[in-house]
């Protein structure tokens, strides 16, 4: 049996509730800083239904300006660092903070507030925890695995964001298919207007500066291909750890005339429409929002067939997939992409049509409305 998606809950009718208050939504996260989760939280608070359901934010480490977006938006937002001293300690002060607020729904995000929260909010005696795992990244030793799997039992529902971070949902956390449901990411695709790729050799990345995203790997693909096609040119979007180290490796191949480092911008969309083709090189993803933002403004894609990246990318209508870590065929895969310039418009459409159709920020956050109505009814029976 597979995964349970979001669409075969929404086929069930789904009792109404007894009374006609809307219902309190908690959203637990470790912070509410820059980052591809954080900016998921924002659009929970922009596109939830109001007239149905109230939302609040807890953030467990740092916030920044995804917080204040929220705040705008009419939703509280806490920081409310975990202070106390042991595990137990700290799951009873998170417990004491969630009694008093009286949620209906407590949605943890990855692992910490997984943990905390679950054993949290079961102890506060929240009636629907639900969990999302929003990467593959986790579970990698073995109290990572026991505190995971102790927490997806408390939970009511573990909703990974793709089929393969579901796999492993499953595997680490021995969870049945009826406690796992895959609802994918989505974005906001009025934001990312459809402009087409641009009409030259120029491609582009977006991402966290970061030892996942195996941006070396990139440069030296780029190398590759310049020695074929010189007039190549990447535009790399974002800032992070490794910024000086991939900037000395683009000096010690020689490719600052090829590569540009842009550093973090608010005008994502623009630059993207200044591009061909959009390229990642990451060794894992969970559903990437920066390539289904690609997609949206209607980029052909090259990326790394890891994690949800084969659930976005359907080969070869929308882009092309290679394996990870290895330049050769990177650069390979750009070059033939580079040849398919015929074809880059028509791609571009069907990216855009496909993002459309299933990755709709709207679609999601109505999935996780749904769950959240499915849960409460089960366990008020």
């Known amino acids: 049996m597979s995964t349970i998606e979001a669409s075969e809950i929404q086929t069930k009718p789904i009792p109404e509730m007894t009374d006609s208050r809307r219902l309190r939504v908690c959203h637990l996260s470790l912070t509410l800083c820059t980052g591809g989760l954080e900016r998921l939280l924002v659009d929970f608070a922009r596109y939830h239904n109001p007239d149905q359901f109230e939302l609040e934010f807890i953030a467990l480490g740092e916030t920044g300006q995804p917080a204040e977006e929220i705040q705008q938006l009419g939703c509280p937002v806490f920081d409310y660092p975990l202070t106390a001293r042991g595990k137990l300690a700290r799951i009873s002060q998170l417990s004491h903070f969630l009694k008093g607020r009286n949620y209906d729904v407590l949605h943890t995000h990855n692992a910490y507030p997984h943990f905390y929260g679950s054993l949290a909010g079961r102890r506060a005696k929240i009636p629907a925890i639900i969990h999302t795992r929003h990467g593959r990244r986790f579970g990698e030793t073995f109290n990572e695995r026991l505190q995971f799997a102790l927490a997806s039992r408390i939970a009511d529902r573990v909703v990974p964001v793709s089929d393969d971070t579901g796999k492993r949902c499953k595997q680490i956390g021995w969870l049945t298919d009826g406690k796992v449901t895959r609802i994918w990411n989505g974005i906001d ?63 010690e191949l020689h490719l600052e005339p090829h590569v540009q480092f842009l550093g973090e911008r608010n005008d994502i969309p623009n630059l993207l429409s200044q591009a061909g083709f959009y390229v990642s090189s990451s060794l894992t993803e969970g559903i990437s929002l920066t390539l289904l933002e690609a997609m949206s403004v209607g980029l052909p894609i090259v990326a790394t067939a890891v994690g949800g990246n084969p659930e976005i990318v359907e080969q070869p209508d929308t882009g092309t997939l290679v394996p990870a870590a290895d330049p050769a065929q990177l650069a390979d895969a750009i070059l033939v992409m580079c040849q398919q310039k015929a074809d880059w418009q028509q791609m571009g459409q069907r990216a855009r049509q496909r993002v459309e159709q299933h990755f709709n920020i709207r679609t999601m956050i109505k999935d996780y409305e749904a769950l959240y109505l499915n849960v409460l009814t089960t366990t008020r029976k």
Request: no cysteine; net charge negative.
């Open 189 to 251: 695709v009025d934001r990312f207007v459809f402009t087409g790729p641009a009409d030259d050799f120029t491609a582009i990345t977006v991402s966290r500066l970061s030892p996942e995203k195996d941006l070396i790997t990139m440069l030296e693909a780029v190398k590759l291909v310049i020695d074929t096609l010189p007039e190549f040119r990447l535009m790399i979007v974002g800032d992070g750890p490794e910024r000086t180290k991939l900037e000395k490796k683009s000096a």
